[in-house]
Structures are given as structure tokens and as C-alpha cells.
């Protein structure tokens, strides 16, 4: 088999920034053949198919339909975080391979119901998480599994998004939905990348969580307002005693040298790690201010070529699942990709504890909700039951 005949459900902002370069203008594009698009969304479904070539009687509003007519390997599943479970699983079920962008999904149920449909279908499932591409993330994983740090302590991460990222009122809007930030949360949508990242280095798995929440500012954005938090704190302690702090919020001025400003600090019995991931080494003066460019990410070259671990990450995913349906995929890495902790399940089980223990906080002081501590083995028995979860806690 030369390419993978993919169907992609959903093309909203993450195809239009990414997603788009990937079937179409990288390094991986020789291995794909976007052959249907389903979208529900006609503006954004004919801009897709539109721009590039798919008839119109490989658009779908419905990604049933699209499963039932079209010739398929492989779905990418680009809806939003809660509607990824379903797609998902019904395209496992009819013999097809899965890419999903972070996170896996936004409950542990659903992120559970996919892995076990994986499992019984012996379908592929895969979970494009870009920073684990990073070569400063997977060089650390690399030093830090050598021992060479000794184990983690505390961490402190943070990740924050300029306004306009959340801002409805921003003209053109920064996503395709202008609820995107009452929608979701810096959580759901900047903690998941970190603490995906910082368990991918360190192999730790997360065992309880408490949040704090701020929302001032997005409240007071005029003409529209939005009701959601600015700034969250993620306290999370992992199974051997670390704690890691992760601050994330979308409401830095637009004036900020970065889109996302982010760093993160890992102290550790035996060394210390220092990410300034956000100066890749390359700034710019320019008539509109001084901005760092992150060519590491995505990197639009002369030839037309879009490459850097934005492309690399899903990239290499899409590698996978050709080689998976070729016969060629070894059985360590096949039994690797299926890794709960690989397939993002424990990123989800954080934001999901943090969710809840912001709902289970109380508000003290205006605007700011000091979440309540929540004990994540105990979140996975009641909403998976003890057979279930202790998979996951073994
Ligand atoms: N890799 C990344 O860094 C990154 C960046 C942004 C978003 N994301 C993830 O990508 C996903 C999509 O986010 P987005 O920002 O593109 O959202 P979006 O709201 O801009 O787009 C979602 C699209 O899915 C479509 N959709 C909704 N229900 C559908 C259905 N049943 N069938 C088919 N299409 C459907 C919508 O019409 C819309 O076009 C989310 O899971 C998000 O967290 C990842």
C-alpha cells in the first residue's frame, strides 16, 4: 500500500493552522490521499474541499454517511474535544485507523470507551500530542530516563496564550467557533500539552490534582463578554511524591512577544531542567513590534514545504498507521502506541480531575475559585468502576 486513504471528520481552525499543511504541503503529504471530508459546518466544509479539489460527492455533512459511501483506511477525527469518542469508535468498528488531535478526549470514560474499542477491534489508535515531538522534550525524556537528574521533585510550568487566542471580539476571530473559550478552558485546551509534556519525560503517572481558577478579565470583554476562566493552576501529585504546578490562561495582552509565552522549570534530587521553550533562538524587530519566531513548530520553507514537529507529530503518526496496515509494524512498537500513558489517557484523567475540582471549589475572592483537592484513583473507580480502573492503575 503506498498512501493511506484518509477521511477527515471535522475542519475547523486546527486543520486550517496545521492539519491542512500536513495532507497537503509537507514531508508527509506523499503517504496520505485526503479522499472525503464530513463537516456539518458548509462554510467550513466547502472552504476545505473548495481549496483543495474534493468533489462534491466526497463532502459529507455527516461523518455516518461519509463512513458508509467512502473507501477508506484511516479517519482523522478534528471535532471538538467532547464529539472525538464517537467518531472515533465507529470508524474502529468498520476496519479503520484512527488520528485524533490532544487531547484523546475530554472525559476518562470516553477516552476509556476508545481505548477498549481499540483493544476488541484491534484497530490502531492514535493521539497526535505535537510537544512530544519537540526535539527539547524528547531529548530531556531521553536524558532524564537515563537517570541523570535522578527523579522529579516539583515542576513549574505555564503556558499562556495571548487574548486575542480567547477573545470572541478579536476581528478575524482566532477560531472557527466564536464560543471556543466558553467552550473550554485553559485547561482543556494549553494544560493538556504540558502535562502531557512533563509526563512524557518523566514516565510518572498523576495520582491527585487541585485547581485554582481566575476568571477577571475575560468577564469585563466588551461588546462580547466571556464566562470562563482566564488563568487556572494545576496542582498535580504523581505517584512518587513530585509535584508539579501548571499555569496556563489565554488572556496575556496582544502586545506579548509570543503567541503562547511558555517556560518550564524541573527541579530534580539529582539536577535541574530549564526549558525556555518559548525562544527557539530566532527574533524579530519588526514594524509592528518584537516578536519570537518559532520556525520549530511550523516552518514555511522557500519551496513550499510546511515542516517542524507541528508537521513531524502527526506526521510520523500517519507512518505509523501505513505501516500498521502494511503488515510492517513491529510488536513492541504496536504494543507501544496502545500504552495508556501513550495514548493520552492519563493527560485526560488531569484535566478532567482539575475540571472537577474547580466544580467542587469555592469561590474566594472575586473571580477566583480555589478548587477542592481531588484524589484521581478514587475519580477513575467511580466513573470507570474498580475492574475497569484498576487497568489503569496497576
Ligand atoms: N494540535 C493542536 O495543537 C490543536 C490546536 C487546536 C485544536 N486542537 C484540537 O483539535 C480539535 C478541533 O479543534 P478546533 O480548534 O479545530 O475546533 P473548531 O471548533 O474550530 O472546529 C471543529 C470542527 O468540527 C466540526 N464538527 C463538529 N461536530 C462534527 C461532527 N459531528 N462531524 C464532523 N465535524 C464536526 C465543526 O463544524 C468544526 O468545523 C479539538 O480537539 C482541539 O482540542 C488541537
Keep these: 500500500m503506498e498512501k493511506l486513504r484518509l477521511g477527515v471528520i471535522g475542519v475547523g481552525s486546527v486543520v486550517r493552522e496545521i492539519y491542512q499543511y500536513l495532507y497537503f504541503s509537507s514531508d508527509f503529504s506523499s503517504i496520505v490521499d485526503v479522499v472525503a471530508v464530513a463537516d456539518p459546518n458548509d462554510e467550513y466544509r466547502n472552504w476545505f474541499c473548495d481549496k483543495y479539489g474534493i468533489a462534491s460527492d466526497r463532502r459529507f455533512k455527516d461523518y455516518s454517511e461519509m463512513l458508509d459511501r467512502a473507501e477508506l483506511d484511516a479517519v482523522q477525527v478534528n471535532t471538538p474535544d467532547h464529539l ?79 487574548l486575542l487566542v480567547a ?81 496556563t490562561g489565554w488572556h496575556l495582552p496582544d502586545t506579548a512577544y509570543s503567541t503562547t509565552v511558555q517556560s518550564a522549570r524541573m527541579i530534580c534530587t539529582d539536577g535541574l531542567i530549564d526549558f525556555s521553550i518559548d525562544r527557539p533562538g530566532y527574533f524579530e524587530v519588526h514594524a509592528d513590534g518584537i516578536f519570537e519566531v518559532n520556525p520549530l513548530f511550523k516552518n514555511f520553507e522557500k519551496d513550499g514545504t510546511v515542516t517542524g514537529y507541528g508537521m513531524t507529530s502527526p506526521g510520523r503518526l500517519l507512518q ?69 480502573a484498576g487497568r489503569y492503575l496497576e
Excluded at 90 to 115: H, Q, S
Excluded at 363 to 376: N, Q, S, Y
Aim: glycine letters at 6%; one cysteine or more.
Design 320 to 388: 505509523k498507521i501505513l505501516a500498521f496496515r502494511a503488515g510492517r509494524l513491529s510488536d513492541a512498537e504496536r504494543s507501544r502506541l496502545a500504552d495508556p500513558m501513550e495514548l493520552g489517557f492519563y493527560t485526560t484523567l488531569v484535566c478532567a480531575g482539575a475540571h472537577e475540582s474547580l466544580q467542587r471549589g469555592q469561590r474566594v475572592a472575586d473571580g477566583v475559585t480555589e478548587g477542592a483537592p481531588v484524589d484521581l484513583r478514587e475519580l477513575l473507580i467511580r466513573q470507570l468502576g474498580t475492574e475497569r
Design 167 to 247: 477573545n470572541p471580539n478579536h476581528d478575524p476571530p482566532f477560531f472557527a467557533s466564536a464560543d471556543f473559550a466558553e467552550k473550554n478552558t485553559p485547561i482543556s485546551f494549553l494544560t493538556v500539552h504540558m502535562a502531557d509534556a512533563l509526563m512524557k519525560i518523566t514516565h510518572l503517572r498523576p495520582v491527585a490534582v487541585r485547581a485554582v481558577g481566575w476568571s477577571q478579565k475575560l468577564p469585563q470583554l466588551r461588546p462580547r463578554s466571556v464566562q470562563g476562566y482566564d488563568c487556572c493552576d494545576t496542582e498535580i501529585r504523581f505517584e512518587n511524591g513530585a509535584i508539579a504546578h501548571i499555569i
Design 84 to 162: 472525538h469518542a464517537a467518531p472515533s469508535i465507529a470508524a474502529m468498528k468498520r476496519g479503520l485507523d484512527v488520528l485524533v488531535p490532544k487531547p484523546t478526549a475530554d472525559t476518562v470514560t470516553d477516552v476509556d470507551a476508545m481505548i477498549r474499542t481499540a483493544e476488541e477491534t484491534g484497530r490502531l489508535l492514535t493521539v497526535d500530542f505535537h510537544k512530544r515531538e519537540d526535539p527539547r522534550f524528547k531529548e530531556a525524556e531521553t536524558r532524564y530516563q537515563s537517570g541523570r537528574y535522578g527523579q522529579l521533585q516539583v515542576a513549574v510550568w505555564y503556558m499562556l496564550d495571548k
